[in-house]
């Protein structure tokens, strides 16, 4: 049984460093949200479409933080890592977290 | 207390740090955490062999090592970096594995502490070295 709160300021940590560095990125998901909503039917797929990329982009580099820090861990640490990885990914960045898993 | 905090964060910077892990992802996570606290991390070593040498090289006042390595073991490094007696640096070893799965190896080895890799910060680091 593990002690409550393992890896949780390593994963709060990491989503901080998210957030500073994607700042642009996390910006451009925003407006690209806006500008789907704002779109006339012609445009709402093709504007929905930059918006999940956007989203994708924004994954990918969670992942990639995510499973390479998993990575240098023994394989039930990794899983416990994951968890609260994806938990916090949720609560903080829920465009992006839908589906991590 | 916030002059406790500036003085805590004071020796946050003053303290240069080598990171020693066969895993790159790893040396970078514990890098961002690290510097985002302040700390200078002067280098990285991949192995036992490179951590001795880049502890010849950079004199950090910290290495924070791996317990298993490709070559030497975390715990024969922090032997071998212990002997250097007061110019060596204070070694914390890390593991996904928590202390207790090592036994008395940690003490023995002549390193300053060990944190659990799930429990890794700048503030965890400093608590061993006060």
Known sequence: MSPPGRFQEVAERQLVLFREDEAELLGEVEEALDAYNGASRDEAEERYGEFVDLVDAGREVLLDMRDGFAASLDEEAAEEYRLVFDDLVRKRFPRFGLELD | ?130
């Open chain 2, 1 to 130: 207390m916030t002059e406790a905090l500036d003085r805590c964060h004071t020796s946050y910077v003053t303290m240069s740090v080598l990171i020693v892990d066969d895993h790159p992802s790893f040396r970078a996570t514990a890098r961002v955490l690290l510097e985002s606290e302040g700390f200078d991390v002067i280098g990285e070593a991949e192995d036992g062999s490179t951590a001795l040498e880049a502890v010849a090289a950079l004199h950090p006042q910290i290495v924070l090592l791996d317990v298993q390595l490709p070559d030497l073991d975390g715990f024969e490094v922090a032997a071998r970096l212990s002997e250097l007696n007061g110019s060596g640096p204070a070694v914390i070893l890390t593991s996904s594995r928590d202390r207790v799965d090592f036994g008395s190896l940690v003490e023995e080895s002549g390193a300053r502490g060990f944190v659990p890799k799930a429990e890794l910060s700048g503030a965890a680091l400093l608590s061993l070295l006060n």
